[in-house]
């Protein structure tokens, strides 16, 4: 009989699903010579090879396939019994495993202050991902909800706008359309603009928003991070069109403008998303509860 822990199976279904060590770190917030110990240990329990690694790139072995395939559904088995053992133990006690978009990091931690005041004995894992990988998670079922601006079309899934998530166009104060009103979008063709990495669902709007109203979109830079885009346009490097929620802790921002473009802000929400089937826990319940309470308080003022 092999001795396997759920520990290394959740390494090496990590490192599996992401093909990289250090992914797998970052993600199960380990270490990465943790990481390769776990995959030696099973390694030697399975005695076949998994994985192969071939210069930075790994790849599974026939056995690798395997087991991956085996562990996916027996993770999910054994979340499945601890979402259980939770719910018998009634929702004073238990885990609430969120998957977030990256632009929720203005108002995510916020909102769930209060809740944790509320239920002290839950305890919160949030992964703050962009929407590729968080859409890579929900397929995999791995979270109790997940929140996002734009929930994929076409899938089997449940999801429930709770609180706004206008769209605007930034630009630095000094430029000289911060002074104009009713700009039409059209006069945005000549400006250069500051976009997030493929992947990201303000990436993927921003597209669609230019797309839409058959307007070129003149790309100067792309950047993975909200806040470096921020930095970016007060720097005069040129504009971008970020979700709002960006601006919400920093209401005194002076070096960047919203502009009055004509149709601008553009209406948009943020859902909380989950698999159709899928059975929640107590846990997840009281979340969603408090969201519908409680968001009206977000709001966002400006
Ligand atoms: P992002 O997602 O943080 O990946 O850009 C934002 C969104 O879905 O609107």
């Not at 390694?43 to 690694?53: A, D, I, R």
Request: proline share 6%; aromatic share 8%.
């Amino acid at each position: 009989m092999m001795h396997v822990s759920l520990r290394q199976l959740r390494t090496f279904e990590a490192v599996a699903r992401l093909k990289s060590f250090s992914r797998a770190a970052e993600e199960l917030h380990i270490t990465q010579p943790t990481v390769s110990k776990q995959i030696r240990l099973l390694h030697e329990e399975v005695g076949l090879p998994l994985l192969e690694q071939i210069g930075k790139k790994v790849f599974l072995t026939e056995a690798g396939e395997q087991l991956y395939a085996t562990c996916a559904d027996w993770l999910e088995t054994w979340g499945r019994f601890e979402q259980t053992v939770a719910d018998l133990k009634g929702i004073k006690q238990g885990r609430l495993r969120i998957a977030a978009v990256t632009t929720t990091k203005y108002f995510m931690p916020r909102l769930l202050g209060p809740f944790c005041a509320q239920y002290p004995g839950i305890d919160i894992a949030m992964e703050v991902v962009n929407r590729d990988r968080l859409l890579e998670r929900l397929a995999r079922n791995q979270d109790d909800l997940y929140v996002m601006g734009v929930p994929p079309d076409g899938l089997n899934i449940e999801c429930e706008p709770f609180l706004e998530n206008p769209l605007v166009v930034l630009a630095p104060a000094s430029h000289p359309l911060a002074r104009r009103k009713r700009i039409p979008f059209a006069y945005l063709a000549n400006e250069p603009f500051i976009v997030r990495e493929r992947g990201s669902g303000t990436r993927l709007t921003v597209e669609r928003v230019f797309q839409e109203r058959d307007v070129p979109l003149k790309i100067k830079m792309e950047l993975g991070s909200n806040e470096a885009i921020k930095q970016a346009v007060a720097g005069g490097l040129g504009l971008a069109l970020l979700s709002q929620s960006t601006l919400s802790l920093d209401p005194n921002q002076k070096e960047v403008a919203v502009l009055n473009v004509e149709g601008f802000p553009i209406k948009r929400y943020w859902y909380v998303v989950r698999p159709r089937d899928k059975q929640l826990s107590v846990v997840a319940n009281a979340f969603l509860e408090f969201l519908q309470a409680h968001v009206q308080l977000l709001k966002p003022r400006n």
